[in-house]
Every structure is written in structure tokens, then in C-alpha cells.
């Protein structure tokens, strides 16, 4: 069974910086997406970044030129950059797969929680 497993949540001040980690465990073959979705307190849960096994990526208009995603795609990997955070930043982060092939199958990790004080 495939799990995601995130790391590199807290707390940071206005300005700084964290990286959140995500693996999937218990996957042998190549994800197509992976990435990064939050949703801060009382919000919708919303797209960060996605990035694709052939090297696109997406961003939200939010975090353009702030927040950067990376992935190792042989070990299943994906990794969220986060510079110039902001108070508005604060969300629980979930990273997200895509185990389909054909179709699509949605896979969420636990959650991180970051949070930006000002």
C-alpha cells in the first residue's frame, strides 16, 4: 500500500524560509504528479504546486516566484521551497499523488502544518 509521508513543517517568522519533503513509500514504479496542496483556517483547500514526471510544473499565482518545487523521481520525492513566506502563507500543507495510469487516483498525505508569524 502506498503512503505519503511529509516532513518540514513549523513555525517560521515573516521573510524566512522552510522545506517540506514528501515520499512515497511503498511505490516501485514512477508517479506522474505529485505536489502540493493547503488549506489554511476556514479555507478551501487550494493547489501550491504540481510537478509532473516529465519536468512541468504549475504554480499558484500566490506563491509565483516565492515557492519553488522540486522532485527525485526515482525515489518517489517531491520537495516545496518556501522563501519570503508570508502570514497568509499559514496552512496545513498535504502533499498529493496521482498513482494513475489510465485513470486518475488521488493519494494525500497526513499534513504539515506551517505557520508564519508576523
Known amino acids: 500500500q502506498v503512503q505519503l509521508v511529509e516532513s518540514g513543517g513549523g513555525l517560521v517568522q515573516a521573510g524566512g524560509s522552510l522545506r517540506l519533503s514528501c515520499a512515497a513509500s511503498g511505490s516501485t514504479r514512477s508517479i506522474n504528479v505529485m505536489g502540493w496542496f493547503r488549506q489554511g483556517s476556514g479555507k478551501q483547500r487550494e493547489l501550491v504546486a504540481v510537478?509532473?514526471?516529465?519536468?512541468?510544473?504549475d504554480y499558484a499565482d500566490s506563491v509565483k516566484g516565492r515557492f519553488t518545487i522540486s522532485r527525485d523521481n526515482a525515489k518517489n520525492t517531491v520537495y516545496l521551497q518556501m522563501n519570503s513566506l508570508k502570514p497568509e502563507d499559514t496552512a496545513v500543507y498535504y502533499c498529493?499523488?496521482?498513482?494513475?495510469?489510465?485513470?486518475?487516483?488521488?493519494?494525500w498525505g497526513q499534513g504539515t502544518q506551517v505557520t508564519v508569524s508576523s
Open positions: 510537478s509532473r514526471s516529465g519536468g512541468t510544473t
Open positions: 498529493y499523488a496521482d498513482l494513475g495510469v489510465v485513470a486518475r487516483i488521488d493519494l
